[in-house]
Nanobody
Framework: QVQLVESGGGLVQAGGSLRLSCAAS????????MGWFRQGPGKEREFVAA????????TYADSVKGRFTISRVNARNTVYLQMNSLKPEDTAVYYC?????????????????WGQGTQVTVSS
């Protein structure tokens, strides 16, 4: 079993930037796809970004493409989400997740381990 702890959330003005971190412990980090999801007020949890075990393959939701960047440092058991040009509609709780396999996927059902989430609030 893996434990995931997110950090880096906060309050930022529209147009600003934040970098989220997710530290993993327990199960071997480098073997699995990692992803970021978010859940805004009154909304379903939605996919944001995912990265392959070696960082070579990444995929993004259309709503964040060109503004957000996912990366990982396996030696540190950490995955990051750099968020630039933030918009009020990016306001949400952001969750880090680890998939059960090696294929990059966007479906929450494919991610078996989740962190507790970190709040991101973007003011207009």
């Amino acid at each position: 079993q893996v434990q995931l702890v997110e950090s880096g959330g906060g309050l930022v003005q529209a147009g600003g930037s934040l970098r989220l971190s997710c530290a993993a412990s327990g199960r071997t980090f480098s073997n699995y796809v990692m992803g970021w999801f978010r859940q805004g007020p009154g909304k379903e949890r939605e996919f944001v970004a995912a990265i392959s075990w070696n960082g070579v393959v990444t995929t993004y939701a259309d709503s964040v493409k060109g503004r957000f960047t996912i990366s990982r440092v396996n030696a540190r058991n950490t995955v990051y989400l750099q968020m630039n040009s933030l918009k009020p509609e990016d306001t949400a709780v952001y969750y880090c997740a680890q998939s059960g396999g090696v294929r990059v996927t966007t479906s929450p059902a494919d991610f078996g381990s989740w962190g507790q989430g970190t709040q991101v609030t973007v003011s207009s």
